[in-house]
């Protein structure tokens, strides 16, 4: 079983940038398909973007792509999501997400989630 931990978010203007991190406890973090998911208050829990465990394939949501970046670092036990260009409606809880098989693009292909962390991006 593994274990995850947000942090990295906070109050920011738009335009500007943020990263978060994920850390990850429990053996074999290189073995899981890491994600990154959002929830906007009234909304339904959105994919952002993961990478996959073993050939490292990346995916991303269609909104995001060429403004956020997800990376791991399988020394470190940590994913991140480096968000550039943030727009408000990027605003949401941010979670991370893992997975001990492909993982994809909706939320219940995760086994493992994080409590989250708050994004919000003021116009």
């Known amino acids: ?5 947000e942090s990295g978010g906070g109050l920011v203007q738009a335009g500007d940038s943020l990263r978060l ?11 899981y398909t890491m994600g990154w998911f959002r929830q ?3 909304k339904e829990r959105e994919f952002v ?5 073993s050939e490292g394939m990346i995916y991303y949501a269609d909104s995001v792509k060429g403004r956020f970046t997800i990376s791991r670092d399988n020394a470190k036990n ?13 605003t949401a809880v941010y979670y991370c997400a893992a997975d001990e098989s492909f ?8 086994r493992y989630w994080g409590q989250g962390t708050q994004v919000t991006v003021s116009s």
């Open 1 to 5: 079983q593994v274990q995850l931990v």
């Open 21 to 31: 991190s994920c850390a990850a406890s429990g053996p074999t973090f290189s073995t």
């Open 40 to 42: 906007a208050p009234g």
């Open 49 to 53: 973007a993961s990478k996959t465990r």
């Open 78 to 90: 940590t994913v991140y999501l480096q968000m550039n260009s943030l727009k408000f409606e990027d």
């Open 103 to 110: 993982g994809g693009r909706v939320p219940r292909g995760y």
